[in-house]
């Protein structure tokens, strides 16, 4: 892989989640509108792929801070898995 291709990869993984995933999202439509050609569907087949992972990555990374925050009666932070606190409420 050369190296623009991989600081365009890392620059995807720092987007914000909000604009991965509009980012993402305006590919589909682009896709959808069966104007591209193959190898342009293909290229943004591929980039969505891409912003798809940033995108899961970062709601997995945020699931996992959301469980790990809580804390006790006594303030002390606990952990304390997702699902449990959808089901207590």
């Given at each position: ?6 600081a ?15 980012k ?66």
């Open positions: 892989m050369s190296k623009p291709a991989r365009s990869d890392t620059a995807k993984a720092d987007l914000p989640f909000e604009a991965a995933l509009q993402l999202e305006a590919i589909v439509e682009a896709m959808e509108s069966e104007d591209l050609p193959l190898e342009i569907l293909i290229k943004r087949y591929e980039e969505g792929v891409k912003l798809a992972q940033n995108c899961q990555a970062k709601l997995a990374e945020a699931e996992l801070k959301i469980s790990q925050l809580e804390k006790s009666a006594a303030g002390e932070l606990k952990l304390k898995p997702l699902a449990a606190d959808l089901t207590e409420e």
